[in-house]
């Protein structure tokens, strides 16, 4: 699910979430996406909703994850509950940005897990994040996630990007 498209206005806040200085303005994205997704999807299915967690080394370069940051005020307005414990990001991969989808895939595989001691069959989960282009990163956190027993895994998106080759 994405609630706008990468072009324009959105492209910029986009570009502006990934910044620590702008995490005000993440979380009016996020009061906003809370809205439309409370309006739009069927929250009562999700057990959990989760950020797409990033790797310590770049939390701590960028001083904050927009995804979370993102999430927070999503779950408030959905009432699903915000377990941002229960996926690590394992390794540390390079930004996307420039990568073909091809790169992305490669560059993203097998670096998401579930902490060990998480009991997560048969559930469904809502993976936030700030952008989606390609689906790697999305789709490996939610491999993850299957392989400790989740049902289903959807992604709610801010913007949606242009199809890569």
Not at 62 to 74: D, F
Request: glycine share 6%; proline share 2%; with cysteine.
């Amino acid at each position: 699910y994405c609630f706008c498209t990468y072009q324009g206005k959105a492209a910029r806040a986009a570009r502006l979430m990934k910044s620590e200085k702008h995490e005000a303005l993440t979380l009016e994205i996020g009061h906003r996406l809370g809205a439309w997704a409370a309006d739009t999807l069927d929250c009562g299915k999700y057990q959990f909703l989760i950020g797409i967690p990033q790797h310590w080394m770049r939390r701590c370069w960028r001083r904050y994850n927009q995804a979370v940051t993102l999430a927070s005020p999503i779950s408030k307005a959905t009432g699903i509950p915000l377990r941002n414990d229960l996926l690590v990001r394992t390794r540390w991969t390079e930004k996307q940005g420039t990568k073909t989808i091809e790169e992305r895939l490669r560059s993203v595989r097998g670096s998401f897990a579930c902490r060990s001691n998480v009991h997560l069959k048969d559930c469904s989960i809502l993976l936030v994040d700030d952008i989606l282009t390609s689906g790697a990163t999305a789709s490996d956190a939610a491999r993850a996630l299957r392989s400790v027993g989740v049902q289903e895994v959807d992604v709610l998106t801010f913007a949606r990007g242009a199809s890569l080759k």
